[in-house]
Every structure is written in C-alpha cells, then in structure tokens.
C-alpha cells in the first residue's frame, strides 16, 4: 500500500512539473507571438519630433524587437517586416505623465498621517478604460501616486500602458521605486467635513504636518542605525543568540529614502512649505525628486534649483482653493530658466490624453521654445522617474514607445493615428474606428437584456426573498 502511494505521488509531481514546463512554453510562444511574425517594423517617411536631437523631417524608424533599432533615411527592413507609411504625419516619444490617478482601485489611506507602507501596486485595475483613452492622445507612460490626504502616503508605482494584458506586464522595468509626500491643507485635513462623534487626525495645522515627517524621519534614522549595528556585529562575531531588529514595514520605506533608493514626490502649493521641505531633506541628507503642483514654485525657483528637485505642474490649473490663489501660467517658464527640470502631469484618471496641448500653452506662456515645450510632456518627467535611458526621446536603443500623429501634437486638430508601446500597437485609430458598429450593437443586445430593461410603468412588484442557505 505504501508503495503504491509513493508512486501516485511520483506521478503526481511529475504531472505538475511537466504541467509548469507546458505553461513556461506556453507563455513563451505567447510572447513571440505578441511580439508578431514581423520581428521588424518601419515607420517610413515621417517629421520625427525626436526631442534629444530637434526636428528630422523625411525621416525612418526601424523597430526591432521593442526597441528602436535605427533613425535616419531610406531605411531598410527585413522581408517580413510591419512597414507603417506615415508620409505628412509627426512621430513623437510617447508622452509620460509624472503624476497620474489612472488604473487605481484606492487613492488615500486617510487612517494614520503616515503610510509609507501601503502600495498602490497592490490596488491596480488594468481595466481602466482611461488607459485605452491615454493611449489615444499619445500617451505611453504613467507614474501612479497615492493621494495628498497623508502627510507621508505610499509607495507609487510606474506603469507602462499595455492595455488588455495582466497588471504584471504593465509594471515598469527597473524604474526606481518613489514614494508620495504631502503638504498644505490636503495632509492637515481643517477644510474638510468632520462627521460628528470621530476624532480629528493629527496633524491639524502646516506646522504639524511638518513635524509629522521630521518624526517620521527621526524614527527611520534610529531603525537604519540598529539595523546598522546589528550587521555590524553579526559579522564581527558568530554569536548565534544575536537578535535582529523587529522589522517596521513603516520605516523601510523612509530608510530607502534616507539611502538614496527610493525618490520622493512631494504635492505642495505655497512657497513656505516648498522651502520648509527643502531644508527638512537637507537636515536628514536625502533630496526631494520632484516637488508636485509646485503651484508657488516660481516665488523660490532658485532655491528649488539649488537643492537639485525637479517640478510637475499643472498647464494653467489654479484659484480653487486659498492655496492656490497665487498660481501664474509662467511657472514653467520661469522654473526652467533657473535650472528646474519642469514637467507637465495630469493629476488625474483621464487628463492625460490632453497634455499635448497642456505642453503647448507654455508656448504662449513665457515664450518656451518647441522642443523645452516637448520636453515637458517627454524627456523632462523620464529624468525625473529615473527612466530617461529607456523612454523619453526618441534615440537608438531606447524602447519603442512612439505616437504617430497626424499633424503636428501641438495643434488642437492632431490626433494619434498610432500607438506603440515596446514596439507593439496598443491603440490603433482605424481598427477603433471599425470596431464601433460592432460595439453598439453589442450595447444595444445588452440594453435589450432582461437584467437591463427599464422598469414598467406602474408600481414595482415586490421581490420575493430568496430562501437562505443553511451554513455551518
């Protein structure tokens, strides 16, 4: 009998080995098969926008399996290659938002002033139709934060759109991991409605939210120094009774930061508390990646310049709050001539398919030059997402994120006639437009479906109760 439970055993774990190899395979030829038949595609007789080296008109693109193989004239592709004509059309980087609420199922964890140990990768919905509709006005990039309700919230996550395919494969590789600061009347939570009966959150004032991140900070330094010393010992001696720190998954986050391995993005408005912040990292010797919003930010350019940080606004976004009130359209503007890497970001689940045009109203507002406009949008928030040698601009070896338009992306009559994320097409304009009478008439069965018929007139029958399952 024990013999032959051994061999069913046997069997069985060579079924599942056998069944994890079929699946690994599997999963393989998908990926060549993503990938196409056409390992090759080239985009021919295009203005390139290539935005790290100006304007290339009557020019090539040859993709090669998800990266930019070659630039230049009167390319030449293998037999089998996809060959895209987009003679009179404009091909740029895809566009990055620095800032986005796309794709998420939570935005705050408002219970404690510091989350840092929460992850908005573990609440992504890849079905987001938002990211379909990204992907339609150019844009293959997103930096996914938590809200502004915690003075320190949660680690954020970048994504690249690959629209249809599991949240695994949107994940970007190797970009540095970040993590979402606040500051201003959003983490002290005084302008929002208090429900009778439930405490207030501490902070309730700028100076408290302040002297939440110090806190924080101060608790970080000590949790880094006992870990610190308790390596230090261990290699120094082989003392099996040593006991490690507990480990605070509160503080690793924080720690990262400390170490330089992790960026911080911090929302804020008014120049006091930029600056506030500024020296708190300098106190604690870490940066500020980016300052979010940064609405104030012109008021201390310099010093936002001198401490290394970059800054994502808004286009023209301000005057809905007090703290707001001192927004100016020149913000850009003058961030850029003191040295600030500037970015345009979204701050939304839907507004990314404008920043084209966002980008280019800092034409007309201090006078930006096309390409420092583009680099708003492009290779200004890839630098500031630590993802520059990969997206951004369009260079041999990055990766083959690109936008074809059909004019140039800052007119309000383009529009993306194509998508590619790694070299693949995630949007298409023609085949969507041959999808709709398909998919009306895949509303209209629907709406005719019982569980979706209006009601009849008259009074609502009453339901009868369906009988309950026993449960033990």
């Not at 020019?59 to 089998?80: C, E, M, Q, V, Y």
């Not at 506030?276 to 010797?285: I, R, S, T």
């Not at 809905?320 to 970015?343: C, H, L, W």
Request: charged fraction near 25%; charge should be neutral.
């Amino acid at each position: 009998m024990k013999m032959i439970i051994k061999k069913l055993i046997a069997y069985a774990l060579a079924v599942s080995v056998l069944g994890v190899a079929e699946s690994v395979r599997t999963h393989a030829q998908q990926s060549e098969l993503r990938q196409g038949t056409e390992t090759e595609t080239l985009i021919r007789n295009a203005t390139l926008l290539t935005i790290s080296r100006g304007t290339l008109p009557n020019s090539d693109i040859l993709i090669r399996r998800g990266k930019i193989a070659a630039i230049g004239p009167n390319l030449k592709a293998a037999s089998n290659a996809r060959v895209v004509d987009a003679s009179g059309k404009y091909v740029m980087p895809g566009i990055i938002d620095c800032h986005s609420h796309s794709m998420m199922d939570a935005i705050n964890e408002l219970t404690l002033s510091v989350t840092s140990m929460a992850r908005i990768q573990d609440v992504l919905n890849p079905t987001d139709v938002d990211l379909y509709r990204a992907l339609a006005g150019g844009v293959t990039t997103l930096n996914l934060l938590h809200g502004s309700g915690n003075a320190i919230g949660g680690q954020n996550t970048v994504v690249k759109i690959k629209y249809g395919r599991p949240v695994t494969e949107f994940i970007f590789p190797g970009a540095p991991p970040g993590i979402k600061f606040a500051l201003g009347e959003n983490p002290k939570r005084t302008n929002f409605l208090q429900l009778p009966g439930r405490e207030r959150r501490y902070p309730a004032t700028r100076m408290g939210v302040a002297e939440v991140i110090r806190d924080a900070f101060v608790r970080a330094r000590d949790y880094k120094t006992a870990h610190d010393e308790y390596r230090a010992a261990a290699a120094a001696r082989s003392e099996k009774t040593l006991l490690p720190p507990r480990r605070d998954l509160q503080l690793e986050p924080l720690v990262e930061v400390l170490e330089g391995k992790r960026f911080v993005h911090a929302h804020c408005y008014r120049a006091d508390e930029i600056v506030m912040l500024l020296n708190l990292a300098d106190e604690f010797g870490f940066k500020i990646r980016t300052l979010q919003h940064v609405l104030e930010g012109y008021k201390v350019a310099r010093e936002i310049a001198q401490h290394g940080a970059g800054a994502s606004i808004f286009a023209d976004n301000w005057a809905y709050k007090v703290e707001a009130y001192d927004a100016i359209p020149y913000a850009a503007q003058i961030m850029t001539r003191a040295g600030v890497n500037v970015s345009i970001n979204s701050d939304s689940d839907e507004r990314a398919r404008r920043l084209n045009i966002d980008a280019a109203k800092m034409m007309k507002y201090g006078d930006l030059t096309e390409e420092e406009a583009l680099k708003l949008i492009t290779l200004n928030p890839a630098q500031q997402l630590g993802i520059e040698t990969s997206v951004g601009s369009i260079d041999v070896g990055k990766d083959a994120d690109l936008a074809i338009w059909t004019t140039h992306p800052f007119s309000v009559y383009s529009r993306v006639e194509t998508t590619f994320v790694d070299g693949e097409i995630f949007f298409d304009r023609q085949q969507d437009i041959a999808r709709r009478a398909e998919i009306q008439l895949e509303r209209a069965q629907l709406e005719q479906a019982e569980p979706n018929r209006a009601p009849a007139p008259g009074p609502t029958p009453a339901s009868t109760p369906r009988p309950r399952a026993n449960s033990y």
